[in-house]
C-alpha cells in the first residue's frame, strides 16, 4: 500500500515497513518467518533489508542462510525457541549473526541477521 498526502503527492518521508526484530545495526537482514509446527517457512514479502550488503556478505547470507533456518527449527523442536514466550536466541555462521525470537507471537519467528563485524564503507 502506498502513502499520500491529502494533495495526492507522495510524503517526504515515506513509511518504510521493518521486518523482523529491530535492531539499529547496517546492514541488516529482517524477516518475518511463518511457523508451521516445527517448520519455517520464508516469505519474500515479508522481508527486507536496512542498508546494504557488500559482494561478499551478501554471498555468505546466501550460503547461510538455509542452514540457520535449519537451526532454527531444530529449537523450536527442542523447546529453546518457544513459540509462546519471547526469548532471543542467536546463532553465528560464515561471519554472519542471527538473532531469532518467536515474540510469544505463537504462529511467527522474527529474525535480523547482520555481520559480525562492521561493514567498512
Not at 546463532?91 to 561493514?119: F, K, M, W
Request: glycine fraction near 8%; hydrophobic fraction near 35%.
Amino acid at each position: 500500500m502506498k502513502k499520500h498526502s491529502e494533495s495526492g503527492t507522495k510524503p517526504e518521508n515515506p513509511v518504510i515497513h521493518q521486518w523482523g526484530l529491530k535492531r539499529d545495526i547496517t546492514p541488516c537482514f529482517g524477516a518475518r518467518l511463518v511457523q508451521e509446527g516445527n517448520r519455517l517457512h520464508y516469505l519474500a514479502d515479508r522481508a527486507g533489508f536496512s542498508g546494504a550488503f557488500t559482494d561478499d556478505v551478501a554471498m555468505r547470507l546466501d550460503q547461510a542462510f538455509p542452514l540457520m533456518m535449519k537451526q532454527l527449527e531444530l529449537m523450536l523442536t527442542s523447546g529453546e525457541l518457544p513459540p509462546r514466550h519471547t526469548h532471543c536466541v542467536t546463532l553465528y555462521h560464515n561471519g554472519l549473526t542471527c538473532e531469532a525470537d518467536t515474540l510469544g507471537s505463537c504462529g511467527y519467528v522474527y529474525i535480523a541477521i547482520y555481520p559480525d563485524q562492521p561493514v567498512p564503507q
